[in-house]
């Protein structure tokens, strides 16, 4: 069973987080239980950062350009990969959020994850240790104005150790993005 892990300085917490989306008629556990106790911080194993592609200077409306997307993932944790078999753990999902000047342009890429079978999910699963840096196409759309634009993207996943996984969660990520003029001679 997984748990999510809480640390205060005198305790740790450790909740099933699928106790916590259980109905309340359900839920063995009262509600209080499922929210994170005052003062305790919740650990985050996984660091992400994003950024422009090295060769990305400044971008036309219409075109095309990558960003990297990395995950920094500590000592003794891992993240799932993309892709996961039915019946196994969450898959990790990135996006690009609707509304803004930008949208995806392609499949993303990722590095190749590390597979082994695991005893929690009786099966064999997909994930990263260390880090893993995933590219993003993205296409700038054709009415975006010149100047400074920000691309956002989201990463959805969840840190597990070898005797724990945390409760799935979503970080927001931003990058700015140069979107230079059209020209006569580029339209």
Known sequence: MFFAMYILPSAVYLLPPAVCLLPSAFRLLPTAYCQL?????????????????????????????????????????????TSQPAGGPIPTRI?????????????????????????????????????????????????????????QVTAFFQGCSSTLCLAPVTEKLEASVNVSALTKKSK
Request: aromatic content about 10%; proline content about 9%; glycine content about 8%.
């Open 95 to 151: 996006a690009l959020p609707a509304g803004q000047r930008f949208e995806l342009a392609g499949k993303i890429e990722g590095p190749k994850p590390q597979a082994t079978f695991d005893k929690n999910f009786g099966l064999k699963t997909e994930f990263y240790e260390t880090s893993a840096t995933f590219k993003i196409p993205v296409k700038v759309s054709a009415g975006a104005p010149a100047g400074k634009q920000k691309l």
């Open 37 to 81: 106790p005052v003062g305790a911080k919740r650990l985050h194993p996984i660091q992400w950062s994003l950024r422009l592609s090295p060769d990305v200077k400044a971008v036309k409306p219409g075109e095309k350009f990558k960003v990297l997307l990395t995950a920094q993932i500590q000592e003794g944790w891992h993240l799932y990969s």
